[in-house]
């Protein structure tokens, strides 16, 4: 009788354990679940919930919230956890390079572009690449296609096809092909044109790299192997932007490729049955193919003014937290210029210059924060002026359009005054622009 009571109790204590370990985890996952809640909540109070570009997409009836994709994520908040399954917070943050995609171990995640409010505009290409304009093809992050793997795959895809289709022509040209952009599908395309013995000219608008060149120092841009064109295979599963540089310059260096950067491209025109490719510099270039691997954010506006091709003078903000002790001015009245703002005035005297009376189309958070920080004097916000020229030491800003102009100490000047669409320049060229209204582009 007492082995039996004993072995009730013993039976009993086990028990109440296990319920009480398995009430503690249900509350821990409610209350992380609460946090998530919050964390939408407040997402679209900031109108940072609905994507802008490729984005997650999680099948509820797949997923086992494993928490593979969060982890995997180098951006902050994409992902969480509600109600035991995974979904999204701040996509708008999403830049799409498919992390979490590749590590779901039930494959429950797609990568969608667009959603059914808000559609994205992305060039009509058929299975080989090729556009409306016969000769004239697309790999990349125009396409819609951000992860870097694939951009790489489809940078040599298009041009395995360009290769053939330009065996069938017995006509010549200076060049058989110019790819358009340096970055991964770009940088994928000239080595397989080199591969395939193709005279081929890549131009960049920027430098080498392109879309990656702006990721932060220490962003993992790659978490799964790719194969690169005359090189092999790459498994660097955790990288950096320095290191998928470094790779990229010693590939085109063993192979003797030169990049031409600070090239864009201005203008595609049909001549005598070769296509004719202007720069903003006057060159002009007469080729048989054209690939566009060029990235969809657009070319940053200038303020054309004196000074503004000096080194101090930017138009992205990278690496912040290595900024410090500098006098800056920042222009501009969006997110963009309000964000990078605030980011520096941490370490820095920031001057934050607008043409406007007031923000009108910023998130509600960024407002709030803007006034903060000019209340504690932070950061000093200069409304109704604009940005006239630019010296080494020093710049000049002037109040309103005829009124009274202040020189500035400086030591570096950023610019956010949006960006030249590239789906201007598509239809400039007369290619075929649909718009995604949350299309999987890429699923298991």
């Known amino acids: 009788m007492e082995l039996i009571i004993e072995q009730i109790v013993v039976y009993s204590v086990v028990i109440v354990f296990c319920l009480v370990v398995v009430i503690l985890y249900l509350r821990s996952q409610k209350m992380k679940s609460n946090i998530v809640e919050e964390k939408i909540a407040q997402a679209k109070i900031d109108g940072l919930y609905e994507p802008v570009s490729l984005h997650p997409v999680v099948d509820f009836g797949s997923c086992i919230a494993t928490g593979a994709c969060i982890q995997a994520c180098p951006e902050k908040d994409i992902l969480g956890i509600r109600n035991?399954?995974?979904?999204?917070?701040?996509?708008?943050?999403?830049?799409?390079?498919?992390?979490?995609?590749?590590?779901?171990?039930?494959?429950?995640?797609?990568?969608?572009?667009?959603?059914?409010?808000?559609?994205?505009?992305?060039?009509?290409?058929?299975?080989?690449?090729?556009?409306?304009?016969?000769?004239?093809?697309?790999?990349?992050?125009?396409?819609?296609?951000?992860?870097?793997?694939?951009?790489?795959?489809?940078?040599?895809?298009?041009?395995?096809?360009?290769?053939?289709?330009?065996?069938?022509?017995?006509?010549?040209?200076?060049?058989?092909?110019?790819?358009?952009?340096?970055?991964?599908?770009?940088?994928?395309?000239?080595?397989?044109?080199?591969?395939?013995?193709?005279?081929?000219?890549?131009?960049?608008?920027?430098?080498?790299?392109?879309?990656?060149?702006?990721?932060?120092?220490?962003?993992?841009?790659?978490?799964?192997?790719?194969?690169?064109?005359?090189?092999?295979?790459?498994?660097?599963?955790?990288?950096?932007?320095?290191?998928?540089?470094?790779?990229?310059?010693?590939?085109?260096?063993?192979?003797?490729?030169?990049?031409?950067?600070?090239?864009?491209?201005?203008?595609?025109?049909?001549?005598?049955?070769?296509?004719?490719?202007?720069?903003?510099?006057?060159?002009?270039?007469?080729?048989?193919?054209?690939?566009?691997?060029?990235?969809?954010?657009?070319?940053?506006?200038?303020?054309?003014?004196?000074?503004?091709?000096?080194?101090?003078?930017?138009?992205?903000?990278?690496?912040?937290?290595?900024?410090?002790?500098?006098?800056?001015?920042?222009?501009?009245?969006?997110?963009?210029?309000v964000e990078s703002a605030l980011l520096l005035a941490a370490n820095n005297k920031v001057i934050l210059s607008y043409r406007g009376e007031t923000f009108g189309r910023i998130k509600p958070r960024n407002g709030v924060s803007v006034r903060e920080a000019v209340e504690k004097g932070i950061l000093d916000l200069r409304f109704n002026t604009n940005l006239t020229s630019i010296t080494k030491e020093e710049v000049v800003i002037r109040v309103g359009s005829d009124g009274e102009s202040t020189t500035i100490k400086n030591d570096l000047t950023y610019i956010f005054a949006g960006g030249e669409l590239p789906t201007q320049f598509l239809e400039k060229v007369g290619i075929n622009i649909t718009k995604k209204f949350g299309e999987a582009i890429l699923k298991h």
């Open 84 to 337: 035991g399954k995974a979904t999204t917070i701040n996509a708008s943050h999403c830049i799409g390079h498919g992390a979490c995609f590749h590590a779901c171990p039930t494959e429950a995640i797609s990568l969608h572009i667009g959603t059914e409010k808000r559609g994205v505009e992305l060039p009509h290409v058929s299975q080989e690449f090729e556009t409306n304009i016969h000769g004239i093809y697309i790999a990349g992050e125009l396409g819609g296609m951000g992860l870097i793997k694939n951009a790489v795959e489809q940078g040599k895809q298009a041009v395995e096809n360009i290769a053939k289709s330009l065996k069938s022509s017995r006509q010549s040209a200076e060049y058989d092909l110019i790819v358009v952009g340096a970055g991964p599908a770009g940088i994928s395309a000239t080595l397989t044109a080199k591969k395939h013995d193709l005279k081929c000219l890549t131009l960049e608008q920027d430098t080498l790299g392109g879309t990656v060149f702006t990721f932060p120092r220490s962003k993992i841009v790659m978490t799964s192997a790719m194969d690169l064109p005359l090189h092999g295979k790459v498994k660097l599963f955790e990288t950096s932007k320095t290191e998928l540089l470094g790779l990229w310059q010693t590939v085109l260096k063993n192979n003797n490729i030169t990049i031409r950067e600070n090239s864009k491209i201005e203008s595609i025109e049909r001549v005598d049955g070769f296509f004719r490719v202007g720069t903003k510099s006057g060159e002009h270039f007469n080729t048989r193919a054209v690939l566009l691997a060029i990235g969809r954010r657009g070319t940053p506006r200038k303020l054309n003014v004196p000074g503004e091709d000096l080194e101090k003078v930017a138009y992205r903000l990278l690496e912040p937290e290595d900024i410090q002790g500098k006098n800056i001015i920042v222009v501009g009245g969006g997110d963009s210029a």
